[in-house]
């Protein structure tokens, strides 16, 4: 259904062609290296190829030729083969998926991971003849109805030993392919109510798991990253993968700090009431950003809409503090979003994925001449230039107890007065930077 399209190209600034690129030119080096591989683009098969167009209060709107009856395996190869043309329209370098997007369920354990192989190989076919690769694998743990209670969460054996096998073989898939992470999304690994819940019980299941996880990856030599994706609700009332923070605090006391980082989404930060570029500052201070997906929501609604990016501002200062972590190394930014259920045609999906990839573009090159400016940093490095005098130094790498800075601190009769925090002129700083500057 997209073999019709001619791949997108990059046109420039001034072009009016809506199926161009105007920002995303894939080898223009920043920052010493290419776009290409500082932002790392990746297309989500599940929102991609798999989404219907149902809500909770309407059913699917999106018909595809693969969502019709027949032999599900054969229905999953031509979703495969559709997927691949959707790739080499867009011309990003990565994908992403879940088991469920691109392998039929099976009627039992055995069967399911036996298509999960056998499309995997389909895949790795298709791979020979494309420049689109692997960015992530996860398996699906939270839509069917044996993960309502929890997947390693569960209070029910079983479940966890089912979850196992199937992330076991969803790690095997996608270092077969070459990916580059593995993300586990705990989408019910929380709870409904307290009422039921042992939570103590459950955390340390979800550590347990976690570990074993871990093990396996070094088991079997993948070089790739495991990430958690954070979410502070939705499927469940509260899950224990709330936030950045959070997340650091359970890695910590499972000692896996070293082990995992965080895959963050735009949505799931502002359902947790923060912002993406909050997340991403807290995953880069505490060493532990590992990738993104990109989306946004809606302000006026409560839940997770996935919505393609549009946001300049906000994008902006998230790449910002990308850059300033260092980048996203072996992870990427995976558009975790959809077209709206009116937007049916292959040609919103490819709008939509344009639109994206340009906005991101746009706010990674205005952080970099944000950075190379260099006026904003030199605010923040002036507002904390105290704490590089010795005494400052002293306090802080615990050369002084409490007892000696209070005694200095009256010795020296210390009165300190408010000092601006120049909000405004940051702000005017960063606005004229963000919706001005020459790219």
Request: glycine fraction near 8%.
């Given at each position: 259904?997209?073999?019709?399209?001619?791949?997108?190209k990059?046109e420039?600034?001034?072009?009016?062609?809506?199926?161009?690129?105007?920002?995303?030119?894939?080898?223009?080096?920043?920052?010493?290296?290419?776009l290409?591989?500082?932002?790392?683009?990746a297309?989500?098969?599940?929102?991609?190829?798999?989404m219907?167009?149902?809500?909770p209060?309407?059913?699917?709107?999106?018909?595809r030729p693969?969502?019709?009856?027949?032999?599900?395996?054969?229905?999953?190869?031509?979703?495969?083969?559709?997927?691949?043309?959707?790739f080499r329209?867009?011309?990003?370098?990565?994908?992403?998926?879940?088991?469920?997007?691109?392998?039929?369920?099976?009627?039992?354990?055995?069967?399911g991971?036996?298509?999960?192989?056998?499309?995997?190989?389909?895949?790795?076919?298709k791979?020979?003849?494309?420049?689109?690769?692997?960015?992530?694998?996860?398996?699906?743990?939270?839509?069917?109805?044996?993960?309502m209670?929890?997947?390693?969460?569960?209070?029910?054996?079983?479940?966890?030993a089912?979850?196992?096998?199937?992330?076991?073989n969803?790690?095997?898939?996608t270092?077969?392919?070459?990916?580059?992470?593995?993300?586990?999304?705990?989408?019910?690994e929380?709870?409904?109510?307290?009422?039921?819940?042992?939570?103590?019980?459950?955390?340390?299941?979800?550590?347990?798991?976690?570990?074993?996880?871990?093990?396996?990856?070094?088991?079997?030599?993948?070089?790739?990253?495991?990430?958690?994706?954070?979410?502070?609700?939705?499927?469940?009332?509260?899950?224990?993968?709330?936030?950045?923070?959070?997340?650091?605090?359970?890695?910590?006391?499972?000692?896996?700090?070293?082990?995992?980082?965080?895959?963050?989404?735009?949505?799931?930060?502002?359902?947790?009431?923060?912002?993406?570029?909050?997340?991403?500052?807290?995953a880069?201070?505490?060493?532990?950003?590992?990738?993104?997906?990109?989306?946004?929501?809606?302000?006026?609604?409560?839940?997770?809409?996935?919505?393609?990016?549009?946001?300049?501002?906000?994008?902006?200062m998230?790449?910002?503090?990308?850059?300033?972590a260092?980048?996203?190394?072996?992870?990427?930014?995976?558009?975790?979003?959809?077209?709206?259920?009116?937007?049916?045609?292959?040609?919103?999906?490819?709008?939509?994925?344009v639109?994206?990839?340009?906005?991101?573009?746009?706010?990674?090159?205005?952080?970099?001449?944000?950075?190379?400016?260099?006026?904003?940093?030199?605010?923040?490095?002036?507002?904390?230039?105290?704490?590089s005098?010795?005494?400052?130094?002293?306090?802080?790498?615990?050369?002084?107890?409490?007892?000696?800075?209070?005694?200095?601190?009256?010795?020296?009769g210390?009165?300190?007065k408010?000092?601006?925090?120049?909000?405004?002129?940051?702000?005017?700083?960063l606005?004229?930077?963000?919706?001005?500057?020459?790219?």
């Amino acid at each position: 259904m997209f073999s019709k399209f001619e791949t997108v190209k990059y046109e420039g600034p001034s072009s009016e062609n809506a199926l161009a690129y105007q920002y995303y030119d894939a080898e223009r080096v920043v920052l010493g290296k290419p776009l290409k591989d500082h932002l790392r683009f990746a297309v989500a098969y599940w929102h991609s190829l798999a989404m219907n167009g149902s809500d909770p209060f309407g059913g699917p709107t999106i018909e595809r030729p693969w969502m019709g009856a027949g032999d599900p395996i054969a229905q999953a190869k031509v979703k495969a083969d559709a997927a691949f043309e959707l790739f080499r329209v867009l011309d990003l370098p990565f994908f992403c998926f879940h088991d469920a997007d691109v392998a039929p369920a099976g009627d039992t354990l055995a069967e399911g991971l036996k298509n999960l192989h056998v499309i995997a190989d389909y895949f790795a076919e298709k791979m020979e003849t494309s420049s689109t690769k692997l960015l992530w694998g996860t398996a699906n743990l939270f839509s069917h109805p044996r993960f309502m209670a929890g997947a390693s969460t569960n209070p029910d054996p079983d479940v966890f030993a089912w979850c196992a096998a199937t992330v076991k073989n969803c790690m095997d898939v996608t270092k077969k392919l070459g990916g580059s992470n593995y993300v586990l999304w705990g989408g019910r690994e929380g709870y409904e109510t307290l009422l039921n819940t042992n939570m103590k019980q459950e955390l340390e299941q979800m550590g347990r798991f976690l570990t074993l996880v871990v093990e396996y990856k070094h088991t079997i030599g993948f070089e790739g990253q495991i990430l958690i994706e954070p979410k502070p609700k939705e499927p469940t009332s509260h899950q224990y993968d709330f936030d950045a923070a959070t997340v650091y605090g359970f890695l910590k006391r499972f000692g896996l700090e070293n082990e995992v980082k965080l895959n963050l989404e735009a949505n799931h930060a502002t359902l947790a009431g923060h912002s993406f570029e909050h997340e991403i500052a807290t995953a880069g201070s505490l060493g532990v950003l590992g990738s993104l997906d990109i989306n946004r929501g809606d302000a006026l609604l409560g839940w997770d809409t996935d919505q393609f990016p549009n946001d300049l501002w906000t994008m902006t200062m998230s790449m910002y503090h990308v850059i300033k972590a260092g980048g996203l190394g072996k992870g990427g930014c995976n558009f975790d979003a959809k077209v709206r259920r009116q937007s049916f045609t292959a040609e919103d999906m490819i709008h939509a994925h344009v639109g994206g990839v340009d906005i991101c573009t746009r706010a990674f090159l205005t952080a970099a001449k944000l950075i190379e400016d260099g006026r904003y940093d030199a605010l923040l490095t002036e507002r904390y230039a105290g704490w590089s005098k010795p005494d400052a130094a002293a306090m802080l790498s615990g050369k002084m107890s409490l007892d000696e800075i209070a005694a200095k601190a009256l010795a020296d009769g210390i009165n300190p007065k408010p000092r601006s925090g120049k909000q405004e002129q940051i702000e005017n700083l960063l606005m004229r930077a963000i919706y001005s500057a020459k790219l």
